[in-house]
């Protein structure tokens, strides 16, 4: 599989706004967060810079929401479109991530019941906080996982 991450431009919200509500939805009312459409518009493009659009082999299966922050990557969103679901995609890319970025340790946040939060743990993040919503999760460096 080849990834590339394509920095999005305004012309992609409309995707991205439609990627968002399909995926996060259904998780997010679980927890008892009920948004509007101009609420899910306005997280989206908070710090819209950071926001790529996730292609696999030339296709775009979902997005990739990411910045480095004081020698940390920091995981905003990842979300993968309901076709291309359970096929590894998130897991194939975040390994992608941990080469790229081997000296960064990684933090990300998850909705409490969102599965998504399993696929973090196999992957070596662990939980250092939590909200009322969220899980706070932090993985090390790849270079300090093999030693």
Do not use: W
């Not at 819209?48 to 990411?66: C, E, M, P, Q, R």
């Not at 969103?77 to 080469?99: C, D, N, S, V, W």
Request: a negative charge; hydrophobic letters at 35%.
């Amino acid at each position: 599989m080849n990834i590339e991450l394509k920095q999005a431009c305004d012309t992609d919200k409309p995707y991205l706004l439609n990627l968002r509500l399909q995926t996060m939805v259904e998780h997010l009312e679980r927890e008892g967060i009920f948004l509007s459409d101009e609420a899910h518009l306005c997280r989206l493009e908070e710090d819209y810079a950071s926001s790529h659009l996730l292609l696999i082999d030339n296709v775009t299966v979902g997005t990739l929401k990411f910045r480095l922050l004081n020698k940390e990557v920091e995981i905003m969103q990842l979300q993968i479109a309901p076709q291309y679901q359970k096929q590894g995609l998130g897991r194939y890319t975040l390994r992608h991530m941990f080469e790229q970025y081997p000296d960064y340790p990684f933090s990300l946040t998850v909705l409490k019941h969102n599965p998504a939060r399993h696929l973090y743990f196999a992957l070596g993040f662990t939980t250092y906080d939590e909200d009322e919503f969220e899980y706070y999760m932090r993985r090390p460096a790849q270079h300090m996982l093999m030693a």
